[in-house]
């Protein structure tokens, strides 16, 4: 049987996740606010939270900014165990704690953590723990290329 996925927030990121999602063996729904932007899908989209609960998705990844992560997470975890949420996880403390207390499967956005110069580097950090000082990263994008549309 196949299983069936909510897509939440239908912006740049919910675009590019359903292009790399396997579709053979899933459904897939879109749940987004926006009802005057007409997209160009097959798939069922619902402009109502309420819709999206009586859809029982077996997985729900929220796509959305991260004000909205925990409201759409708080209104759906009763009807799903496996969540996938863009990163931040959020951007309020009282809601981290939430978080943590749900035994629910839910993996955070965060792409670089397997990119392998990445787990390189991690390596040889973890072996010279002692002596190194300092360390800084910047991780950057060409916006433009990131979203097109904008």
Known sequence: MKKKILIVGFGSIGKKLLKILP??????????????IKENTSYKIFFSVKEA??????????????????FYFNKLKDKCKNFFIEKPLTNHKKEIEHFNKCKLNILIGYFLRFHQPLIYLNKIIRNKINKIKNVNFEVGFDIKKWRPSR
């Open 53 to 70: 609960r009586n859809y029982n998705p077996d997985y729900v990844f929220i796509c959305t900014s991260a004000n909205l992560h925990y």
């Open 23 to 36: 579709k053979k063996n899933y459904f897939i729904s879109i749940l987004r606010t926006k009802k005057n």
